[in-house]
């Protein structure tokens, strides 16, 4: 089982950027699925982005409508890491975000496809 680390949450102002960095140790990342995940207070954690193998050497990007064309999920697998570039944030992107493996093939993926989780990193934005 791979093992994830997150790291690059923060404090940002409303409209401002970061990169979320999710670091495998454990396996090479090759086909695995990575996904990004995130949890607000007093609400269920929900699906933000994920890359999933398409069988000819790439990967597919799938989003969450609420992101689309804020953030953009990336991996350097030369790295065993996965990104979560994220642009003009919202108040509402405030919340836990976690990384984790595992295997989809339909979007969008459920938690339930996941079996490896890191421990999840902060994002707060500001209005």
């Known amino acids: 089982q791979v093992q994830l680390v997150e790291s690059g949450g923060g404090l940002v102002q409303a409209g401002g950027s970061l990169r979320l960095s999710c670091a495998a140790s454990g396996r090479t990342l090759n086909s695995l699925a990575m996904g990004w995940f995130r949890q607000a207070p007093g609400k269920e954690r929900e699906f933000v982005a994920a890359?999933?193998?398409?069988?000819?050497?790439?990967?597919?990007?799938d989003y969450a409508d609420s992101v689309k064309g804020r953030f953009t999920i990336f991996r350097d697998d030369a790295k065993n890491t996965v990104y979560l570039q994220m642009n003009s944030l919202k108040p509402e992107d405030t919340a836990v975000y976690y990384c984790?493996?595992?295997?989809?093939?339909?979007?969008?993926?459920?938690?339930?496809?996941?079996?490896?989780w890191g421990q999840g990193t902060q994002v707060t934005v500001s209005s």
């Open positions: 984790a493996g595992g295997y989809y093939n339909m979007p969008p993926p459920r938690e339930t496809d996941f079996g490896s």
């Open positions: 890359t999933r193998w398409n069988g000819r050497g790439t990967f597919f990007a």
